[in-house]
Each structure stands twice: as structure tokens, then as C-alpha cells.
């Protein structure tokens, strides 16, 4: 089981970009990828989830209405579209996937509520 994120790179506040994470074993097997974001000297931050058995979806707060998370089935994997990207958006990136059931009590932005782990883009936002 790998998960390889791609798609990192540098761009301009204001600017849009689109990660993509892709998954060697899909579908049904995993209920649940994250996106995560850690920056230089801070700790690893959840940014999104979809929850792959109802397709909701969740966000970190300072990301609600720029990014979105989707999924394409027949390629094995999901995207993160960034737009109106900003300086403090500037981390390495990653797609992680849970393996186990979606409990009532999902902790969508927690670490340990995946198991499966990439290894990670640079994602960096500058003037």
C-alpha cells in the first residue's frame, strides 16, 4: 500500500494550485483520506478529509471556501484544489488514508486516525 502525492511547487499569492495523492490500493479500502500540511517548525496540521463512504467532506477553517477535496475512483485518487493560495499556506503537503471503519466519533483532524501515509510535496507560496 503507497500513497504518492504530487503536484507541489511554487506559486504567487493569489495563485491556484492542484495536489493529487495517489493510492496503490483504492475504493473500498479505505474510508477516509486526509490532506495534512506541516510548516517549517510547526507541528503537522490537518487541512481536509473526504470521508469516502458518504463523500462529506471537512476543512480546517482557514482553508473553508478556498480549498476543495475530491476523488476520481478510476484513478485511484484524490486532488486538493488550492486556490487563492497565501504565504502561510506555504508547508509540505499530505495525503493520508484510514483503513477502518468511519466511527461516530471520527476525528477527522487528528494523526492517528489514519494509518497509511505519503510522503509528502512542498508546496511553497511567494511573492
Known amino acids: 500500500v503507497q500513497l504518492q502525492a504530487s503536484g507541489g511547487g511554487l506559486v504567487q499569492p493569489g495563485e491556484s494550485m492542484t495536489l493529487s495523492c495517489t493510492i496503490s490500493?483504492?475504493?473500498?479500502?479505505?474510508?477516509?483520506i486526509a490532506w495534512f500540511r506541516q510548516a517549517p517548525g510547526k507541528q503537522r496540521e490537518a487541512v481536509s478529509c473526504?470521508?469516502?463512504?458518504?463523500?462529506?467532506?471537512y476543512y480546517v477553517d482557514s482553508v473553508k471556501g478556498r480549498f476543495t477535496i475530491s476523488r476520481d475512483n478510476n484513478k485511484n485518487t484524490v486532488y486538493l484544489q488550492m486556490n487563492t493560495l497565501k504565504l502561510e499556506d506555504t508547508a509540505v503537503y499530505y495525503c493520508a488514508a484510514r483503513s477502518w471503519l468511519v466511527s461516530p466519533a471520527f476525528s477527522w483532524w487528528a494523526l492517528w486516525e489514519y494509518d497509511y501515509w505519503g510522503q509528502g510535496t512542498q508546496v511553497t507560496v511567494s511573492s
Open positions: 490500493r483504492f475504493s473500498s479500502s479505505y474510508y477516509a
Open positions: 473526504i470521508n469516502t463512504e458518504t463523500n462529506s467532506t
